[in-house]
């Protein structure tokens, strides 16, 4: 069984950094980890996502130069460093998991089945 626990929400002043973490268990070098966030009002949305077999990553366009995402394969670990933050990426961050084999992924959120129980993040103008 997949389980998916996030932590390191919180409230910061743009322009500050945190850290996402998720701790993963159940998942193979055939899963894709992966972070979306949903604002209030809005549809939810990826943000980046990491294959398990290569380290292969995707950045969604709106974070690319801001956030990374890196992982502790042997934790079982996927992080999400986030920096220069600003209010519009105030959102509930969720951490997702599926199995799409070893050399496939993707980023769209209607593919994953399993999740997190989401973290928020707030960000003060």
């Known amino acids: 069984e997949v389980q998916l626990v996030e932590s390191g929400g919180g409230l910061v002043q743009a322009g500050g950094s945190l850290r996402l973490s998720c701790a993963a268990s159940?998942?193979?070098?055939?899963?894709?980890i992966g972070w979306f966030r949903q604002a209030p009002g809005k549809e939810r949305e990826g943000v980046s996502c990491i294959r398990n077999s290569d380290g292969s990553t995707y950045i969604a366009r709106a974070v690319q130069g801001r956030f990374t995402i890196s992982r502790d394969h042997a934790k079982n670990t996927v992080y999400l460093q986030m920096n220069s933050l600003k209010p519009e990426d105030t959102a509930v961050y969720y951490c997702?998991?599926?199995?799409?084999?070893?050399?496939?992924?993707?980023?769209?959120?209607?593919?994953?089945?399993?999740w997190g129980q989401g973290t928020q993040v707030t960000v003060s103008s």
């Open positions: 997702a998991a599926e199995a799409f084999g070893r050399y496939s992924g993707s980023y769209s959120a209607s593919q994953y089945n399993y």
């Open positions: 159940g998942v193979t070098d055939d899963y894709v």
